[in-house]
């Protein structure tokens, strides 16, 4: 994961969960400047 | 001075207080600086209810008492290049392989991310 954002490290990253159409296959995930990817 | 977690549960170092109580002050605020305001704004309608709302509690314990005391910005992420503010156009995924999270796609820009600290 590139992190291109300023001095953020912690972000909320609202992503597709499953291929469920709509909002249902929606959610967030928090994730740390230092994890892997 | 308690700014931030006005909406926020008590048990996470938050005032406990309703949603338009936390607009209210977020709105007189914002009147003068929207600069000072902001921090209020993300801890009030931003990605720390998200993460009160829907996060395990070791998350919520992690997170959100840090906020409320000011010690850290949590930003946000959701736009993308053909996904404006319907988030149900959003084509990143986040698929589980090997016991992680895995995510894959792109994003406009971040919310807050000038400000977010570790």
């Known amino acids: 994961m590139v992190f291109r954002c300023g001095a953020c490290s912690r972000l909320v990253v609202y992503c597709r969960m499953s291929d469920e159409p709509g909002a249902k296959g929606i959610g967030a995930v928090y994730v740390e400047k230092d994890a892997e990817g | ?118």
């Open chain 2, 1 to 118: 001075m308690g700014f931030l977690g006005i909406n926020i549960n008590k048990k996470y170092g938050g005032l406990g207080l309703s949603n338009i109580d936390a607009l209210l002050v977020l709105e007189e605020f914002a009147k003068v600086s929207s600069f000072v305001a902001w921090p209020i704004f993300e801890s009030a309608v931003g990605p720390i209810k998200a993460i009160e709302h829907f996060a395990n509690e070791d998350l919520k314990q992690k997170v959100i008492p840090e906020v409320c005391k000011g010690n850290l910005f949590v930003a946000v992420s959701m736009s993308e290049p053909h996904a404006g503010s319907a988030l149900t156009d959003l084509t990143t995924k986040a698929e589980e392989k090997d016991g992680n999270l895995v995510l894959n796609g792109m994003k406009r820009w971040c919310s807050g991310a000038g400000h977010a600290q570790g």
